[in-house]
């Protein structure tokens, strides 16, 4: 079993930038993406950012394209997400998602972590 511990959520003002990380111990699922959904307050969960953690190959939501880019240090076992040019809108709790799968242009998770908040101040 996976698990993934975020860290790095607090609050910013519009227009800065803030870097999520994500520990992954336990199996990880090397044969699947990993990445990033959130949760506004009142939305259901969306999807941020993938990765495939061999090839390192992204997906990226429209919303976040060009703003935020996910990566990961295979040899730590840690995902990141570095958002930068943040807006209201991005406020919300952040979860690391493991053992993810794409159909229909939808993405789904395998495993959670407990997630992180970022909330964007004006």
């Known amino acids: 079993q996976v698990q993934l511990v975020e860290s790095g959520g607090g609050l910013v003002q519009a227009g800065d930038s803030l870097r999520l990380s994500c520990a992954v111990s336990?199996?990880?699922?090397?044969?699947?993406?990993m990445g990033w959904f959130r949760q506004a307050p009142g939305k259901e969960r969306e999807f941020v950012a993938a990765?495939?953690?061999?090839?390192?190959?992204?997906y990226y939501a429209d919303s976040v394209k060009g703003r935020f880019t996910i990566s990961r240090v295979i040899a730590k076992n840690t995902l990141y997400l570095q958002m930068n040019s943040l807006k209201l809108e991005d406020t919300a709790v952040y979860y690391c998602?493991?053992?993810?799968?794409?159909?229909?242009?939808?993405?789904?998770?395998?495993?959670w972590g407990q997630g992180t908040q970022v909330t964007v101040s004006s």
């Open positions: 998602a493991g053992g993810l799968q794409t159909s229909g242009g939808n993405w789904y998770g395998g495993s």
């Open positions: 336990g199996r990880a699922f090397s044969n699947h993406p």
């Open positions: 990765i495939t953690w061999i090839a390192g190959t992204t």
